[in-house]
């Protein structure tokens, strides 16, 4: 049961918590992504946060994880700032879109959607 | 930019908005593939890129979760301070590596994301 269904309060358990956000850290700066994707169940199944809380509580430490992933691509001149600008505007036209999308579909659905999605791509990269 | 590939480039960055609030992901998982097969940019580029469209995309996404209270400051504070330290190293370790070799890493990474997800989604469909 999670802590917001008994009510009681997540524990914090900072080894923990402190080892998820260095496992999520490795891979973001390694990987170039946010690292949600390993923070999100780790929280759940660490901590006993919900999925929503750990969703929530994930986007505000990928703000400071990004960013000194940046700093340290930028060091390297690997940024393209004019194409970082056009798919930040972009990404937060359409955020709000899937979140209107998201409140009317099935989530089985859509994770199978994703997860066939994703298998696409990799096969791209793996075979390009 | 040619205009063509501006507005590629724009539509390409609302999709990756819509898949990843639709699928809860962060946009890093679609948008550095994107870069790399479609723009024919290098991995390093592609990856220094994602990391810094995410830092305003997760700022908007942590103020739409401010009313509901999902956030915990306390959680994310922990999570921030071993992700930075590991954040700082693993993009050392990734300019350190070879551009076409990190793609392949990131296909793999990219690969097990993607079976896990079709099988949940395969699990969550039978329940």
Sequence with gaps: MSAEESGGEPRLAPPLTLATGLAAGLASGLLGVGGGIIIVPLLV?????????????SLAA??????VGA????LDGSIDYGLAGLLAAGSLVG?????FLLARSSEGLLKLLFGL???????????? | MTAQTVLLVLAAGVLVGVLSSLFGVGGGLLMVPFMVLVLNE??????????????????????????????SFRHALLVAIGGIGGAYLGADIALRIDPVTLTKVFGVFLAAIGIRTTYEGVKSLRA
Excluded: D, K, W
């Design chain 1, 117 to 128: 999605l994703v298998l696409a791509v990799s096969a791209q990269l793996l075979l390009s």
């Design chain 1, 62 to 67: 990928i703000v400071p994880i990004a960013t």
């Design chain 2, 42 to 71: 290098t991995q390093h580029l592609a990856e220094g890129t994602s990391l810094l469209v995410i830092v305003p995309t997760a700022i908007v996404g942590v103020i739409a979760h401010l009313r509901n209270h999902f956030v």
């Design chain 1, 45 to 57: 199944a660490f901590i006993g946060l919900t999925q929503h809380q750990s969703h929530a509580t």
């Design chain 1, 95 to 99: 955020a709000p879109l899937g979140a």
């Design chain 1, 71 to 74: 700093a340290r691509f930028a």
